[in-house]
């Protein structure tokens, strides 16, 4: 990595919603939709009881509603905190535009799928629900590379001044996201996980089971920039070796969750 600037500011940045673009604005609100969505659908399941391998048929369109809602909002967060100029431009309107096709699609589907007492995923009872199936996988491809592509604009568009501490942490964790992720998702496609309720909330079973290394596949979206933010605040000169430390160390832990999950 170049050197980077140590910043001495506060640990938090600040973040102005009423100063963000308004196809930054068009995502929140986007997000914001599809939290209420989430709230709406759980008081919905309260009354209805049915069951699709052991588990409520309304509690995967929650987790892909709330999944939806933090990935639109964390891409809007790291864009600002990597470099607000992009989000002014017409690639990130590209970025937000992929995001919001390949996600929607995917909850409509899902949610409908439940409101049927059917699965979405692994139904291929006959070609439609295949043909679906596959098409949500081609949509999830499309969703993660909307993060290496944002990077990529980040880069781009870094200039002469050396990158941060934070903009190269954001920059690793959408590039972690787009490859962990993708691979892992590939992986989970192929294998699906047991069946029941699994672990409070989050529902994963501790045996063949890929969905704890998606999450971390997915979700180094925010711990790789969270974890940037840190180390340029607290470990000054040597915050850029504390970054590429700890990116490995995530790397490894997924490698790790994915070996597990595949070796019984």
């Excluded at 972690?176 to 590939?186: A, R």
């Excluded at 192929?190 to 089971?209: K, T, Y």
């Amino acid at each position: 990595m170049q050197e980077a600037y140590v910043s001495h500011g506060p640990w938090w940045p600040p973040f102005d919603v009423s100063a963000l673009s308004w196809i930054s604005k068009s995502l929140m609100v986007y997000g914001a939709l599809m939290w209420l969505a989430c709230g709406l659908t759980y008081l919905f399941s309260l009354s209805d009881v049915r069951t699709l391998r052991e588990v409520g048929i309304w509690v995967k369109p929650m987790k892909f509603m709330a999944a939806t809602a933090l990935f639109v909002w964390t891409t809007v967060w790291v864009a600002e905190l990597a470099n607000s100029a992009i989000t002014q431009g017409q690639a990130y309107l590209g970025v937000c535009a992929l995001i919001v096709l390949t996600s929607l699609f995917e909850v409509v589907y899902i949610t409908y799928q439940a409101s049927q007492g059917a699965a979405s995923h692994y139904n291929t009872s006959d070609s439609w629900h295949a043909f679906m199936f596959g098409l949500m996988g081609f949509a999830a491809v499309g969703l993660t590379s909307s993060q290496a592509w944002l990077a990529w604009e980040i880069w781009a568009a870094r200039g002469a001044t050396p990158l941060t501490v934070t903009a190269w942490a954001v920059i690793v964790g959408l590039v972690l996201t787009f490859v962990l992720s993708t691979i892992s998702g590939f992986m989970l496609g192929g294998h699906q996980p047991p069946a029941g309720s699994g672990l409070p909330i989050v529902g994963w079973h501790l045996d063949r089971d890929i969905r704890p290394s998606h999450f971390l596949g997915v979700h180094a979206q925010q711990f790789i920039p969270l974890w940037g933010l840190f180390t340029e605040r607290f470990m000054g000169t040597y915050s850029s070796q504390a970054l590429t430390a700890g990116s490995c160390l995530y790397v490894v832990l997924w490698g790790y969750l994915t070996w597990a999950s595949v070796s019984h």
